[in-house]
Nanobody
Framework: QVQVVESGGGLVQAGGSLRLSCAPSGSVLAILALGWYRQAPGKSRELVAIFNSDGHSRVGSSVEGRFTISKDSAKNTVYLQMNSLKPEDTAVYYC??????????WGQGTQVAVSS
């Protein structure tokens, strides 16, 4: 079992920046990947970024060049740095953890709102 807690959402003007944090706890040694999805009202959930346990990472095409994902291993925390935010980035952002064996655990979500 893994518990995932996100933080860092909020309201920002277009062009601004926010940093989201994702801190898993529990069976963290079993985590294969940590990532972020987002879901805007009336839209399907969209993959934003992934950080794998082998150190590889990638971001979605809609945020490439603006968002980066990184990990602080000492704190066992993954960060999503969001720059040049646009109103279309407004969504609830969810962190998830994929474990060996195929389980996926989700955080409660954090709201990001970007005003024009």
């Amino acid at each position: 079992q893994v518990q995932v807690v996100e933080s860092g959402g909020g309201l920002v003007q277009a062009g601004g920046s926010l940093r989201l944090s994702c801190a898993p706890s529990g069976s963290v040694l079993a985590i294969l990947a940590l990532g972020w999805y987002r879901q805007a009202p009336g839209k399907s959930r969209e993959l934003v970024a992934i950080f794998n346990s082998d150190g590889h990472s990638r971001v979605g095409s809609s945020v490439e060049g603006r968002f980066t994902i990184s990990k602080d291993s000492a704190k066992n925390t993954v960060y999503l740095q969001m720059n040049s935010l646009k109103p279309e980035d407004t969504a609830v952002y969810y962190c998830y953890a994929d474990l060996r064996g195929g389980s996926r655990f989700w955080g409660q979500g954090t709201q990001v709102a970007v005003s024009s």
